[in-house]
């Protein structure tokens, strides 16, 4: 499994974590000797103090998806 954060979008169009700024925050997790899938993987990793989550930004492979625990992988 690796983090990385990957993009920062400043108020002041800058790319420095400001207060304010966004960051794209992205865990990647690559399974190693299995040919099928996992299901019902829970990843937990609290962010540092000082970022805060950004409302329905969650995505999946790419795909936007909702925050509340329903069908939708995430």
Do not use: H
């Not at 400043?10 to 099928?36: H, K, M, R």
């Not at 969650?58 to 939708?72: E, S, Y």
Request: charge should be negative.
């Amino acid at each position: 499994m690796t983090k990385v954060q990957t993009a920062v979008r400043a108020p002041n169009g800058g790319a420095d974590l400001v207060p304010g700024a966004e960051c794209d925050y992205q865990i990647d997790v690559q399974l190693q000797g299995s040919t099928g899938q996992i299901d019902d993987l829970l990843i937990d990793d609290p962010l540092p103090a000082a970022l805060r989550y950004v409302s329905n930004s969650l995505k999946v492979n790419g795909r936007a998806k909702t925050d509340p625990q329903d069908g939708d992988e995430a």
